[in-house]
């Protein structure tokens, strides 16, 4: 038979007419009125090629056929339960593996704190810290599957994912301690010595140099690196200056942070993942973490 033609509440009814092995009470059992119980029953009649109820003496019986369907029947719709509307498994029990697509900020904050708390409530949750390749590329994967969840700045609007603004981050100016310029910064001052940028795709101008050529300034880029982990080393071996998320500022009493000299604008941090994915217990825990963290 063609299974496209087949109406899964057919066998729903169909269930409930041979618990009951009567019209009526499977109707009322079901919300149903008699005559739609009976009209199922011709269906099912056909479906299966048999009769499945006969009238005995004075009440109806299920035929051998009918019989025979009973467990199959309700292992069948059990197992459709279980697919359409999944019992929930304690989080303690879940064995799974998330693939979590972030830059080196924010994972220099997360990943610590992240694994250790996943050690306590979801100790089965693995995870896969995917390199980084941008916010596109990240989108992607999260499009086609490839990855779970990512943290980026993400534009509004998109309809494919789902996207939670966790912070709002804006930058510092980061020197040792003992740099000239730590006594008395200013705008002039910050231009006098070459930068450090970071950047994964080795880029040299990002929008603050913008900014800057607007006011008929610029800035010397001294030193590219891919990510903010070589930052502090580079800064205490150097006279170099880095603009650096506040978020990210090391503990360390041979730096020091400042406000940037001018206004520089941050930017909103996101934490996305596909909206096909609500109902992913796992991953929904983890998203939870990552933003009491990153909150």
């Not at 896969?128 to 490839?146: F, K, M, N, T, Y």
């Amino acid at each position: 038979m063609n299974l496209r033609s087949l109406d899964l509440n057919l066998l729903v009814v169909l269930d409930a007419l041979l618990d009951e092995a009567h019209v009526s009470r499977a109707a009322d059992r079901l919300g149903l009125s008699q005559p739609a119980a009976s009209a199922a029953l011709q269906r099912c009649r056909h479906v299966f090629d048999d009769e499945l109820l006969e009238r005995g003496r004075g009440s109806m019986r299920l035929t051998p056929k009918a019989q025979a369907l009973r467990a199959p029947l309700k292992s069948l719709l059990a197992d459709v339960t279980d697919l359409v509307d999944p019992p929930r498994v304690a989080l303690r029990d879940i064995r799974q593996t998330l693939r979590v697509t972030m830059a080196d900020f924010p994972a220099l904050i997360v990943v610590a704190p992240l694994i250790r708390q996943l050690r306590q409530s979801a100790p089965g949750v693995d995870l896969i810290i995917q390199p980084w390749h941008g916010a596109d590329v990240a989108r992607a994967a999260l499009i086609e599957g490839s990855s779970d969840i990512a943290i980026s700045v993400f534009p509004p609007a998109e309809d494919e994912l789902h996207i939670e603004e966790l912070v709002y981050v804006r930058y510092v100016v980061g020197m040792r301690s003992d740099h000239p310029a730590a006594g008395a910064f200013d705008l002039e001052t910050w231009l006098a010595y070459p930068h450090i940028l970071v950047s994964g795709r080795g880029d040299t101008r990002t929008p603050f140099d913008a900014e800057l050529a607007r006011r008929g300034l610029s800035r010397r880029v001294g030193l590219v690196v891919p990510n903010f982990q070589m930052v502090p080393a580079a800064l205490l071996a150097s006279d170099m200056l880095a603009m650096l998320p506040e978020r990210v500022v090391p503990e360390d009493d041979s730096l020091v942070f400042l406000p940037p000299a001018i206004p520089v604008e941050g930017f909103p941090l996101h934490l996305a993942w596909h909206r096909r994915r609500a109902n992913d217990a796992a991953l929904q825990h983890v998203a939870e973490l990552l933003i009491e963290l990153l909150s």
